[in-house]
Structure formats: structure tokens, C-alpha cells
């Protein structure tokens, strides 16, 4: 963990990480992964990782179509949208 | 001195009613963003649900290749930003994708070779971000967010471009065969990427590869892949490095063009959807699945040839649309048309005209059942072949019925022996230096004979008889 | 009124003692009169609330009773409220009104409950203390100067305060049970999957889980009925059946064998200690049988959680990025910018610091390491808790390490304030149920009794809280607040 890595996770993580703040920063996320080191204290070879809590399989939803045209209520509060797209700066590939 | 590599990935939208993980609806063509309901927007809070028609979908198209469908399969997501991905993840599969293996065997030069693939899995579709509407703006449209798609990724096994579409044919014949898709490459729902990279003849070690993207038809596929093996040659050649990129084809210009932005220094942090939860997939399920599945390519073709005595080339063609092919036995079915005057009609006169006007055989304006009527006829020598063909015309363009056309325009062929008696003699009276020369040894002659009765007959006489008759007539 | 539990004010309203629009009233009155010097509310839904009073006095005029009619409860403000502002205390979403209700909403407002605001919280639930939401510290109201703890501060205040009868709340890591214990109330998070987590936007997706705050187990229970149950917009939620907790944790109560960690009471504070000791001596008179077990892993919770919550909540919270809701920044030259931009104006500091780890524990080359080195930790812990619990059938320990600490003591030292979580963040990922509940007091502030349970054990929770109800009365302690 070092400056470097600091500018290669917040852009992408996409947020803007001010000079002076960069120290700080550092220090803090230092500090966090020395306390998640302590991990580290517990062998966990044979151990297998545990996603979800509970030993619950996935449910399945019949293809049906359950959903109306709801656009007027989710661009309501948007001044970024044109003819019902939503509009950002010009993207170059 | 260069050997090419390419693989393939295929993305294919399955053609469900609804998405993957919401309800909203997949038609095509909606008014921008009214067909993305919270949770395709990624809205705060919402979560996701899965389509169970996407899983049936996947394991179909896994045991139509023969893989092998894992349990317990995972979702994951992919992490980036693009304003067409509105939760700044892509849900997909990672670890455990639901279909492993399997293979899909192209023929090339009527020698088979076996491409072998990696695995399938399943993922939401990305919206839409048009940037030629306004000047300095770019517009999006997340209707398409949320469509499932099956990814197919090919081991790199492909030689060439040619090996290269086959694969391409074949795999879009068969998710049209299993009702998953309906492969519209010019509408999106089957895209295909393809990684090429060139190493030296006989080496084991592989090159660096590109990948290509943005290849919408088979024709493309061929430019694009032939155009990306002869750049890297030329770099190989002068003894520089090929650069791991994501490059786009531009078929107006029939060349790759590197990618401006982003992709080889985007790390996706792959990790389990922790919203969705491992999906069981129990051995009853993919046996009622298997039960289910509709006869495939290969077995269809294997079996076309031997029930029908076709051969393999106007097979092929036949059963590579399994509409097209059903098409053709519903003409035979409770007739007794003979299989290869059908299939040999369908290829010519049918396709033909089909091809004309891009018709897919469901818009076919001319049923089986018509052409059944108008081939029986033929058959049982009611009209001849050429009088057959311009009512098909008639029947194609302008939707007329054979049975008004042939009862009532009084077609039926002139099969009245003592009629075309007359007829024969009179032309053999009107033409004796002619058949002189034919009784001299110029058989050719026959046709020219031929030719006149029919002109005598309007087109109308029965062709065999008229033979018949010339030949016994003719004879010295 | 406001001394009143939802059980009384139950029976009030349906006796027509009281109507709706009165008791509605009554609540609003005293949040605009005391409110001020807790802030424990980002909105007041005033005109909101008077039109469901008005709704459920004409429904009750009829002879229609919903199961908690009339009845005023403050929802923290990370729940969607269709047609309400929706902030998570944050910025970002300021001025986010949602187009849709969550399901703990929805099934509230069928049961006929009434919402008379949004409660402040840290924002997006990451905090300890309430110190991190953008619109301001919330109080504690035994002492305002200092915390209440968090996320959920605002909601566990409110009720401590009297100024609600009951409110919602979640729990990623402690964030029902931590501020519950530091403000003397009674705060349930149920075992995970057994509330929906649709509507409640997304901290840590595979820890989240919702919750109530009320001032006696039985009002609990009450509302814990009504919040449970599966839902098929969240695959992660339970279709196991729902009882009557309200009957269960009334039922008679026999003999139960209580498990206490050793590794709680290592090195706890002596007052702490004492209280918490004081509370098993209370419960051994009155037919509580008590074991030492172990969870020697437990320790280890606070790193893996510092991880799982982390990097779960920086894929949860990509999608704030100024395009189709939330804050955008103004003037941005390409899209970059604009996410760049949105997001760090849109986020305060705690927020960005987990961003910022969660990224990196999920990153290439760092992903065993971590996220996956945690999820294994969280199998060992849970692994020790299914063992604790073959042999007892409940573990009790202090909800925290210590009561409330003064504002802005631990706010430059993250790290102090992930260590107080020390004692709730493994049932969380274990998804197991807790509950707090007031055991005593330490310099005049509260201290909570954590009762831990096996999953779906909640009936059993309550039934060992109700008893305990019966046998002491810190639960009936009221904070002195100015203009009371």
C-alpha cells in the first residue's frame, strides 16, 4: 500500500483523491490492513470460504413480464435527461 | 512461417420475455428507457431475481454441445464504470459457470474437425450509449439492460478465418435450433469478439493476442479476422512486438483500429454476487430438459440423408435453418412426393426467390401445403415442371392459389396422346430435312423436336409423352 | 402518550381512547419541540403522517383494525419511502425522493402504521457514533455531548428520547445493537434472510440485515412479526414460516442454559463487568442456567468484517454515480469527470475510506489475501458458534466494550471505533440473531445486555428479554431532556 496504489484504486474506484489528502489517507488504509492482518493468526487451509450465511440455493422467477413503462416517475427529479435518455458528456472510444 | 490462433466469444441474447434478473419486458425496439424498471436503473436498494427461463436456456444449449452443466453455479460481478452500466457492475459468471466444456464440430473441405469449448455462461446485457444524436452529448438508453445473454468462449483452435466462420455458422444455427435465440446479428442479439494471435510454425508457445470486437455479420467475421492476421504478420515480420489490445473492426474501411480508452488497465475485482445465491441444478431437471430438446443439426442431417437418399451438399443446406428444414418435411408429410425433387426444388426455386426479398421461412408468402398441392401436381403429371414453376411465381408474388390457377386457367398439362399425335406428326411433316439429319445420327436433334410441340402446345404438353412419341416416330 | 409502549397505544387507539390524527399529533409536537437538541431526524413526513391518521381513523371508525393501526414510527432514513425523501444520510442521495416503497415499509404501512419522519444515520450505515452523516451529529439523549451510536443513531435516540413509539433500523456489523446499548433501549437484528433487504439500500449485502427499536422486548416481538418474511424480490430472505413472536416470548418461561464467552469478559471494563455480572446473577435466581464457552475466533471478527463490509459496500455503491439519480457535479468535461466529480462531492470521508479498501481487498493480486482469507475466518467463526450452540441454547455477553464515549473523542481514530464493534460483528457474519436490551448504567449512561441466538432463534431471544422485563426495570429508565 503506497501512493501509487492509492491513484490506481480511486480512479478505479472513480473518486478524486486531493494531494494533501493522499497522506491520510494512506495512513488510515494502513492502519485497517494492519488490523485485518491479524487474520493471519488462523491457519485457514481446509477451510471452505462462506459467500452467504445461510445454506439457501438460489430462487427461480417465472419469465414473465411483471413490469410497466414507470420512465415519467424515475427521470421525475432528473434535469439530465432529452427525449427520455439520460444524457452524459460525449463519449470517446 | 506464421501460424494463427484465434478463439472466439460469442454473445448471445436469449430470447426470453423478460430479463434476466427484473421483469421488465425484452422486446425489441421500445422507446428508449421504458423498458428498464428499477432495477435494471440499479436503483438504490433493489436487487435482483433470476429468470428461470435463462437457466433452461443455458442448460439446453449445454447439452446440444455436450458439456457438462455445474451445480451450484455462481453469479459474480464484474466491476467497472460506462454509463450504459447502471449499477457499475455487470452481473456475470466467474467461477462455476453453468456450462463447462463441449465442443462443436465444423466440416471444412468435407474433412471434420472438432473445436473444443471452454465454457457458457450467463450475464446481463449492457443498455445502450448513442453518441451521434447531439454534438457534445452522449445518450443513453438502458432499455437493453438486463437481457440475458449466454457468452460462448472457444478454446483458440481456429487455424483460419474460414474455420473461423463455420464455427460462427454453426453455433448460430444451433441456438436458432434450440428456440434460444433468434441470432440477429444486424439487431445485436449475436455478437462475436475474436481473439487472433500469430505464432511461429510448429512452436508450442503462444503469441500475444488481440481481441476484435464489433463484428456484426459472417462476412465481416472473414475481413475482420484475415485483415488482423496479415497487421500482426506485418509486425512480427519487421521483428517488433504485437500489443495486447482490444481493437474495433471498421468495416467501411475494412480495418481494426485500436481502442481508444480503457480496457487493459480495468481490473474487475471479480467476487460472488453476494444478492444471488449458488443455483441448484438437480439431475432430474437437465434429464426433462434433455427429453425436451428438439432434434439438433447433426443428428437431423445424419438422418435426412439417410431417410430421404439426399445428398450431403442440398442436406446442409436444408437443414441449416431448422425452420427451412421442417418446411420441407411438411411437404412431404401424407404425400408421396419424391424427397429429392422436393429438397432440389426448394433449393432452386424457393430459396431463390427467398433470397430476393431476405424472407425468413416463417414469412414465407408460399405454405407447405400449397407447395405440397403444386408438386403433387407435377408429380402426377397434371402440369409440367415449367408450368409449375411460374405458378409458384404467381403463388409467391402475388399470393394466388394454385388450385384457382390451375383449375380455372385450364394449365393442366396436355397429356391426351391422340392430340399430341396429331401434333408430333404434323411437326415431323412440317421439318423432314430435320429429321433426316436426325435419322443420319444428330440426337441433338430431339430437343430442337421437342421444342416445336411445345410451341405447337403453348408450353402446355406433357414433355415426357412428347419424348415418347418423337422417339418412336423419329425412328427409322 | 409517549410513555406509552406500541402494546398500550395498541389498545388506546382500537378502545377509541385516542385517534390517530391525536396521537400523530402528540408525536410530532414533542419532535418539533426536543428534536433540536438530539437531531436525530433528517425529515419530519408531517403532512404525510396526518393523511394516514386521517386514512386509519376513518378505517377504525368502520370497524376495520389493522394489526398496528395508527400507531407512529420513524424509519431510518436508509429505507425507501415512495414519494419521500430517501438521503442515507448522505449527500449523495439529499435530495433522492424514491419511486417505490421497501418491503419493511410496505408490509408497516399495510399493518396500518403510521410515519411521522426519516431518522439520521451515518451515512450509507458506515459509522459507529452517527458523527458521519451529512446533515449532522446525532445526540445522545441521556447526555448531548455525547454519541448515541450508529448507524442507526437517530432511531435508537428517537425512541430513547420518547419522541416515537418504536422505529426501523439495520444492522451490518452492530448498527441496531450498538446504539441500542449506548441509548438504553431495546434493538433486534433478526438472523440474517429473515427480513427482506429489498428497498434497504445495499451497505453490505451479505451482512445487512433490518430491525426494529422499541423500549420493551414485547413491542419487539410485536413488530418483528410484521417486518419478517420472505419475499421473492430478495433472493437472499428465508421462506422459513413466520411465528407469533408476541405469543412465543409471553409464553410461560421455563429453564434456559446460557452460554457466556470468555473471550467477552477478558480485559472488559470493571464497571461493565460488574453490570453485566449483576445481570447473570438476576437471571440464575430465576431459572437461567449458565455455562463458560468459547468462541476463540470471535476476536478475529472485527478484520474479516473490515473486509467483507468494505468490499461489498464499493461494488453496492458504484451505481451513485450522478447519471440517472443523486448528486452530479456541475461543469464536468467527460464522463470521468463527472463520476470523479459526483462521487467525491456525493461522499464524506468514512464513505470514501471504505470505498477505497473494499476496492483494494477485491483488487487483483489482493483478492485471496483478503476478501477470500475473510470469508474463510467467517466460516471458523461460525463454525464456533454452531458448536456453542449444541451445547447451550442462547449466549448472553455486554452488547459493547463500553457506554457512550463523547463526541468527536473517537472520530480521528477509525480504528478505536471499529474495536467497540468487537462483540456484535461476528453474529453478523455468522447471520446469526441478536438483541440488546438496558442492563444498567455506567457515569449515568446506558448499558446493554446482548443476547445472542441460533438462526431463527428470535423467539427465544425475546422470551429470555421479556423474562428479564419482568425481573428488572432499566428498560423503564427515561432520559431527562430539556422541555420535557
Redesign the interface.
Known sequence: MNKETIIKISDLAKIDIKDDQIDDILTSLEKILNLVDEMNSVNTDNVTPMSHPLNLKQELRKDIVGASDERELFQKNNKHIDNGYYIVPKIID | MWESVIGLEIHVQLNTKSKIFSPASTNFGAPQNTQACAIDLGMPGVLPVLNEEAIIMAIKFGIAVGSEILDNSIFARKNYFYPDLPKGYQISQYEIPIVSGGAMEIIINGKSKIINLTRAHLEEDAGKSIHDLYPNKSAIDLNRAGTPLIEIVSEPEMGNAEEAVQYLKNIHSLVRYLGISDGNMQEGSFRCDANISLKKKGSAALGTRAEIKNINSFKYVESAINHEIERQAAILDKGDSVVQETRLYDPSKDETRSMRSKVEANDYRYFPDPDLLPVSISKDLIEEIKRNMPELPSAKKIRFISQYGLSEYDTIILVSDRELSEYFENILKGSDLNPKMTANWIITEVLALAKKTYLSVKDYPVSSEDLKYLLSNVTNETISSKQAKDVFERMWDNKENPRDIIENEGMKQISDIGKLNKIVDNIIKNNYKSVEEYQGGKDKLLGFFVGQVMKETQGQGNPKIINQLLKEKLKK | MHNKTVSELKKYLEEKKISSVELTQHFINRIKAIDSQLNSFISLTEEYAITQAKKIDLEISKGKIRPLAGIPLAQKDI??TKGLK?T?GSKM?E??????N?TVVEKLNDAGMVIIGKTNMDEFAMGSSNETSYFGDVKNPWNTEYVPGGSSGGSAASVAARLIPCSTGTDTGGSIRQPASLTGVCGIKP???RVS??????F???LDQGGVFTRTAEDCAILLTHISGYD?????S?RKDVPDYEKECKQKFTSMTIGIPIEFLDGLDDTVKEVFEESIKVLEKNGCKFKKISLK?S??G???Y??VAP??C??N?????G???GH?ADN??????????S??EG?GQEV??R???G??A???GY?DA???????????I?NEFAEAFKEVDLILGPTTPDCAFKIGEKSND??AM?LSDVFTVSTN????PAMSLPMGFKNHLPLGLQIIGN?FDEAKILSLAHHYQQITDWHTKKPKLSGD
Open positions: 429505507f425507501c430517501t442515507c442521495l435530495n433522492f425522493i424514491s419511486p417505490y421497501a438472523t440474517y434472510g433487504r429489498y428497498g434497504m439500500i445495499a453490505a449485502s451479505s421473492p424480490k430478495d433472493s437472499t428465508s475466533s476476536r478475529l472485527v478484520s474479516a473490515q473486509v468490499a461489498e464499493s461494488s455503491l458504484s451505481r451513485f454515480d447519471v440517472r439519480f452530479r464536468t468535461k467527460n464522463i470521468d469527470e463527472l463520476y470523479k466529480k462521487r467525491s461522499f470514501k475510506r470505498i477505497l479498501i476496492t483494494y477485491l483488487s487483483a483478492y483478503y476478501y477470500l482469507k475473510a470469508q474463510k475466518i467467517r466460516k471458523v461460525s477509525p480504528i471499529y457474519l455468522a447471520g446469526l438462526h
